[in-house]
């Protein structure tokens, strides 16, 4: 049972930053595809960024250029690094992770964090 903590989330104003990290029990770490998420109220969960074993990134087109996926095998963690933010960023953000070497679509993730809460104001 791979355990997932999130943390980093906060209130900034828009144009700022925040990274956002997240934490996982798994000692195989390297071996799952990881995920960011967010979660908007009255909206549905969307991806952000996922990050497959090979490295190989995608991210939404509404993040692309401005969010940063990256993870530390070592440390068993995963971040997101994110630039320019905007209001609309405004979301639950939650982190996960899917067994396998490359990423499935998000009703497949397997585990998910909590979530932490970024708030970007005007």
């Known amino acids: 049972q791979v355990q997932l903590a999130e943390s980093g989330g906060g209130s900034v104003q828009a144009g700022g930053s925040l990274r956002l990290s997240c934490a996982a029990s798994?000692?195989?770490?390297?071996?799952?595809?990881m995920g960011w998420f967010r979660q908007a109220p009255g909206k549905e969960r969307e991806g952000v960024a996922t990050?497959?074993?090979?490295?190989?990134?995608t991210y939404a087109n509404s993040v692309k250029g401005r969010f940063t996926i990256s993870r530390d095998n070592m440390k068993n963690t995963l971040f997101l690094q994110m630039n320019s933010l905007k209001p609309e960023d405004t979301a639950m953000y939650y982190c996960?992770?899917?067994?396998?070497?490359?990423?499935?679509?998000?009703?497949?993730?397997?585990?998910w964090g909590q979530g932490t809460q970024v708030t970007v104001s005007p």
């Open positions: 996960a992770a899917a067994a396998g070497a490359y990423c499935p679509t998000q009703s497949n993730f397997q585990y």
């Open positions: 990050l497959d074993t090979f490295a190989l990134t």
């Open positions: 798994e000692v195989t770490f390297r071996y799952y595809c």
